[in-house]
């Protein structure tokens, strides 16, 4: 039997599903704990001893304990990524890389989680949200430019976490997806590995959550 972590996430969430898919980038097993954040289960006791700031996702490798999705994938890449190509050993390269995922956690993630978060609970978030949201994805857009890939050549985990999260925002938002970042997100859809087995399970929930009645209006009125 080979290595498995222990992931601790949501499914809904693109840091959770990122988090698995660089798992299943490197061949790793693991074994997903859910916990429904609408039910608070993230704030039970229990979790907050690994994860006092109870954040999601959160990795169990044995006795070491880590979250931040993006330093989570940076970690298993070093220590079981029988090669370097999703995270670079080389500082010009890795540099980038790096700069991709801190826009992801720093611009694109934060943007998405002011829209969704609010309709994850059933309310409906303020329109300038979605102007901060389009503007996120307008970045991503002038990011990817020309390239087939968020950083470099090929794909990396930057692209396991902007391809999640635009992914996400593109169920969202539709007509907020640039031609170039679709054509981005279609290469991903077959380049990244475990990207279906991983969002595939999410889609229908996405969807639903983003389908009301309300939330529609509220795009529709904001004119963007």
């Known amino acids: 039997m080979g290595k498995t972590v222990e992931i601790y996430g949501f499914i809904v969430s693109p840091p959770t599903r990122s988090t698995m898919m660089t798992c299943e980038a490197i061949g790793i097993d693991y074994k997903l704990n859910v916990l429904d954040v609408t039910k608070w289960e993230h704030h039970e006791p229990e979790y907050l001893k690994l994860n006092p700031i109870h954040s999601i996702p959160t990795l169990v490798d044995d006795d070491y304990v880590l979250f931040d999705s ?11 990524g029988k090669e370097d190509k999703w995270y670079p050993k080389e500082p010009r390269l890795r540099g980038i890389v790096d700069q991709r995922l801190h826009f992801d956690n720093g611009v694109l993630m934060p943007s998405f989680k002011s829209v ?34 968020i950083a470099l ?22 007509d907020f997806i640039t031609p170039r ?19 595939g399970p999410a889609a229908d929930q996405l969807k639903g959550a983003f389908g009301s009645a309300d ?3 509220l795009v529709k009125q904001s004119n963007l």
């Open 70 to 80: 993006h330093a989570i994938s940076a970690y298993l890449i070093s220590a079981y």
């Open 116 to 149: 969704g978060v609010p309709i994850l609970f059933g309310q409906v978030p303020d329109t300038s949200v979605l102007t901060k949201l389009k503007e996120a994805l307008l970045d991503l857009d002038k990011l990817l430019g020309d390239s087939q890939f």
């Open 181 to 199: 970042v679709s054509a981005w997100l279609r290469r991903c859809e077959k380049a990244l590995p475990g990207y279906e087995k991983v969002n």
């Open 215 to 217: 939330f529609k209006n």
């Open 153 to 174: 050549d090929w794909p990396t985990i930057a692209d396991l976490h902007c391809a999640v999260t635009a992914m996400s925002a593109e169920f969202m938002l539709p």
